[in-house]
């Protein structure tokens, strides 16, 4: 299967955020990657929960919601989701990781476990039979326009070679030259911000030029 684009909602231009929607639908973006923090565990705040209701209300466009978040297992019935739509959350977010999982999947969603670059893949050892995807962040998360964290590229290909049933999300500086490498050491989804889909140009060609790289 090629790769899959996750655009990222918190990078696209709210002043014509209905003419953006209708170029990834045309375009067959797959995914709309929506970042959720709170001010708590991560030092910002970005989409809120009307925001994602609109969106879903919008497109039929399946969502990708990123909780950045304390405590998800009390603010998910907060955001709007179901079938065919991704939810990610923290492993540090949470102590009760199962509860989360079966939460989400209890709504027809796909459940994701979130890791920070410093967060080692063992966490994972007790719940990757519950999950339908693991999203490994290759910045630390909070901010758009970080660099990369050049280690977490080893990190995916020791989770694929761990696990190569497993969807693999990757979120931070996925750039055209660093998607390609992300697909190399096996990333499935790439969620695309302001180093590829939404830099300097025009998004029909930015789409066009990521979709070639992570083919």
């Known amino acids: 299967m090629n790769g899959r684009i ?3 909602m918190m990078c696209a231009n709210v002043m014509n955020l209905e ?5 990834l639908e045309r375009l067959g973006v797959e995914y709309l990657h929506m ?3 709170d001010g708590c565990f991560v030092p910002n705040y970005t989409l809120g929960t009307d925001y994602v209701r609109k969106i879903k209300e919008s497109t039929a466009i399946p969502v990708d919601i990123h909780l950045m978040v304390d405590r998800p297992e009390d603010k998910l019935d907060w955001f709007s989701f179901g079938e065919g739509d991704y939810v990610s959350f923290h492993y540090e977010s ?3 990781t199962q509860k989360v999982i079966q939460k989400i999947i209890a709504r027809g969603a796909k459940a994701m476990l979130a890791l920070n670059p410093a967060t080692p893949l063992c966490v994972l050892e007790e719940v990757i039979s519950e999950l339908d995807g693991v999203l490994l962040m290759t910045v630390n998360p909070g901010f758009a326009g970080q660099k990369l964290v050049v ?3 080893e990190k995916i290909k020791r989770l694929r070679g761990a696990h190569p049933e497993i969807e693999i999300e990757v979120d931070g500086n996925v750039s055209f030259e660093n998607a390609v490498k992300m697909r190399a050491a096996g990333a499935d989804i790439f969620v695309a911000g302001t180093s590829s889909v939404f830099a300097e140009g025009t998004l029909e060609d930015n789409i066009r030029k990521f979709r070639e790289c992570i083919t």
């Open 6 to 8: 996750a655009a990222s």
């Open 19 to 23: 003419g953006d929607l209708k170029t």
């Open 35 to 37: 970042d959720i923090m």
């Open 94 to 96: 949470t102590a009760h």
């Open 151 to 153: 280690r977490t590229l």
